[in-house]
């Protein structure tokens, strides 16, 4: 259920649900069950992952990480997380990425912010049974 979309449809998506100051970082975009959006941004090593969601859906979101994961899970992914959303920290958790930090990251448009920072590592994604 997981499709390529144009960046200029992954913007519109990721600013209708949820990320309403979002400007697109050179990122690939992928849709999941006209859903769930996912912004891919390479980097020097790893990929940087974003997400939004329609938030009607959220009991989906498992289903949705578990498709992007097959994809890009061989890849060691950075999530980049908006402060004022702590619980996707734990649903970033769930899938199997690590310890929460907060960092001050530069937008692309120029500006300095504090994000929340999750890694994780290559490998295959299993689930969790919590």
């Not at 990320?19 to 891919?40: H, K």
Request: aromatic share 10%; net charge negative; hydrophobic share 40%.
């Amino acid at each position: 259920m997981l499709t390529q979309i144009d960046a200029l449809t992954g913007q519109g998506l990721m600013r209708l649900w949820g990320v309403s100051d979002w400007i697109d970082p050179g990122a690939e975009y992928a849709l999941w069950g006209e859903c769930c959006v996912f912004a891919l941004v390479p980097q020097d090593g790893f990929l940087d992952i974003h997400m939004a969601m329609d938030k009607s859906r959220w009991r989906e979101c498992r289903d949705a990480g578990a498709a992007i994961l097959a994809v890009v899970g061989h890849w060691k992914l950075r999530a980049i997380i908006l402060t004022d959303r702590p619980r996707v920290c734990n649903y970033a958790a769930r899938m199997g990425f690590g310890e929460r930090t907060t960092e001050t990251l530069k937008t692309i448009d120029g500006r300095e912010s504090a994000f929340f920072i999750m890694w994780r590592e290559p490998g295959e994604y299993h689930g969790r049974d919590c």
